[in-house]
């Protein structure tokens, strides 16, 4: 059975932070699970820390881990989430949530004329397309604070996003080691940057909510 997060926070060994993608993180759930499926959030920080832990080879000292969750401020859909996010994740020991807002994108435009599409020619609604910004830069800000700060030596990644690979590479470069968990086969640029790698369709089983 996986080792509590106190019993580990209580050993000496290696500063270890979780860096949690939410959405990516949730994706790779909807691709790999039933659609029935629900993670249980306070299983998944010990069997990361675990499952690294048999990696490394080394005890690691659990200090945090951190999700970061974006959303639209203005939709009903994620008001749950956010709820969520704020109520029940945030209060979980040790887990920290940044949340980001959607920033609304430029309008389509016309590769003709090169006016602004601003209202759908079908059905006279308005079009507005939300993209997620910030969400990668604060990973990677925090990443690198902890690792300066002399706050981490052992990052684990929860992510398939290929553009995470350069401040792999960086840190690897001044002895940090980054581990990436993901569901491959999606992801697996990144996870050959990183210093080892985890399945987690392989915990699917052990992290479900009962």
Not at 50 to 61: C, K, N, Y
Not at 112 to 121: A, V, Y
């Amino acid at each position: 059975r996986p080792h509590s997060l106190n019993f580990l926070s209580r050993r000496a060994g290696m500063k270890t932070h979780i860096f949690i993608d939410f959405w990516n993180f949730q994706l790779g759930i909807n691709s790999a699970a039933t659609p029935t499926y629900r993670a249980d959030w306070q299983k998944i920080s010990p069997w990361l820390i675990a499952q690294t832990s048999a990696a490394v080879g080394r005890t690691l000292s659990f200090e945090g881990t951190h999700v970061y969750m974006s959303y639209s401020p203005n939709s009903k859909k994620d008001a749950p989430l956010k709820d969520f996010a704020i109520n029940v994740l945030s209060r979980f020991p040790g887990m920290q949530v940044s949340l980001v807002e959607r920033k609304a994108q430029s309008a389509l435009t016309c590769p003709t004329c090169h006016k602004s599409i601003d209202i759908c020619p079908h059905c006279n609604s308005s079009i507005t397309r939300m993209v997620e910004k910030g969400v990668d830069t604060a990973i990677v800000t925090d990443m690198v604070k902890f690792a300066w700060e002399g706050a981490l030596e052992v990052a684990i990644l929860v992510s398939s996003d290929r553009d995470f690979i350069p401040v792999v590479q960086m840190l690897a470069t001044k002895g940090y080691k980054v581990v990436n968990a993901h569901f491959p086969p999606t992801g697996m640029n990144l996870a050959s940057a990183c210093w080892a790698s985890i399945d987690i369709r392989k915990g699917l089983t052990e992290l479900a909510r009962r």
